[in-house]
């Protein structure tokens, strides 16, 4: 039996607080570029370090978030005001968090499938940032679908998991809460139940490798893709919809001794991913508490305000401030569409 740890099991719970949940802003320097290339800065280290500051410094963001994943460069910067940007959200009751992982490579023998490295000194890297002020970490596993090349295999499916399982294991025994992360990507021209069939094989994978490697369910939380069409198939599905696919999935694969789902938005507009995560928790009663760990739909209209530059930033704050208040109203289901108009102080 795998023994409890009633301080990661706490720091979990706190994760998944109501009106709470999490910020993603653990792009790597390849998916950074992306997004600075989309407002044409260039992505330096001095830009890096303002964008985030403008983020973990807006007035009252609190409120809203529970905690942050940091990527190691940010875990290890400043604020404008010398603090580390790890003390500047602890100060405000935000948890610190680091990714973890070192990104999805390709996986030898099944052409076009990808498998997430990063355990190589894993022990040594996760007992650093709990030093640096690290409360959780995250993992990222990319599961693609290609109905007619037969992607994904089990094989992709279930090395994934294991090495999954692996960081889980290591992650709780540096007292750092390990969120899994199985991405089941959007991209594509799949219907929602071939996303479904790809995301019941691939929980039930994660939660068996989860239980070989001994993880204490009650100490981690689960980041994964919501139930949903390919952005290129014909029928898009309604918040409806997309709840009840994505909660009877959950309910046939995710155990009920996991404190908190943490969705991704995985490409979703802010709005989509607001009003798909607000119809799931109309739902009424379930085994876990279900949250955001939203990285482009929390930030997606904030970053476009920006625009790097100084003169925008309290108009940028403001933008990212109303979407974390309507994410979480959305964490508790009260978001109603009508309040995407209401922006204070604009
Ligand atoms: C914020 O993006 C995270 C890091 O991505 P890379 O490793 O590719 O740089 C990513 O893991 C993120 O946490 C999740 O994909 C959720 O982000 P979205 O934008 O899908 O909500």
């Known amino acids: 039996m795998t023994t409890h740890n009633p301080e990661l099991e ?12 999490i910020l993603a802003a653990d792009e790597s320097s390849g998916t950074i570029k992306k997004r600075f290339d989309s ?28 905690g ?47 498998i997430t490295e990063g355990l190589d000194g894993l022990r040594e890297r996760c007992a650093e940032y709990r030093k640096l002020g690290a409360r959780f970490t995250k993992w990222r596993a990319v599961i693609d679908i290609e109905e007619k090349n037969g992607i994904p295999s089990d094989l992709a499916i279930d090395a994934n998991a294991h090495a999954l399982a692996r960081y889980a ?14 991405e089941v990507l959007m991209d594509g021209g799949h219907s929602i139940e071939t996303c479904f069939a790809v995301t019941e094989r691939t929980l039930r994978s994660v939660f068996a490798e989860l239980g070989r490697h001994r993880v204490a369910l009650e100490a981690i939380l689960l980041k994964p893709n919501m139930v949903i069409p390919g952005k290129k198939h014909s029928k898009q599905a309604s918040p409806q919809e997309v709840a009840e696919a994505t909660v009877h999935c959950f309910k046939r694969t995710v155990p ?3 404190p908190g789902i943490v969705f991704l938005s995985g490409g979703q507009s802010e709005e989509e991913a607001t009003a798909n995560l607000d119809a799931m928790n109309r739902l009424g009663s379930l085994p876990w508490q279900l949250s955001f760990s939203y990285g482009r739909a929390l ?13 925008n930033l309290a108009a940028a704050q403001r933008a990212f401030h109303h979407r974390a208040k ?16 209401i922006l204070v102080g604009s």
């Open 299 to 311: 930030q997606a209209s904030a970053l476009a305000v920006w625009k790097g530059k100084g003169a």
């Open 39 to 66: 407002i044409t800065l260039e992505s330096t280290e001095e830009n890096r370090r303002a964008y985030r500051d403008l983020l973990f410094t807006t007035p009252g963001v609190e409120q809203y978030l529970s």
């Open 68 to 114: 942050v994943i940091l990527y190691d460069e940010t875990l290890r910067q400043k604020a404008g005001d010398g603090r580390p940007f790890a003390q500047v959200l602890a100060e405000h009751g935000i948890l610190p968090g680091i990714k973890v992982d070192a990104g999805a490579k390709a996986l030898a023998g099944t052409p076009g499938e990808k």
């Open 10 to 21: 706490s720091i979990a719970r706190q994760l998944v607080a109501p009106g709470k949940g």
């Open 256 to 258: 009920a001794a996991v």
């Open 169 to 182: 294991a290591i992650a709780i025994e540096q007292d750092l809460v390990p969120i899994v992360e199985p």
């Open 326 to 341: 309507l994410t979480s109203a959305a964490r508790d289901g009260r978001y109603e569409p009508k309040m995407e108009k």
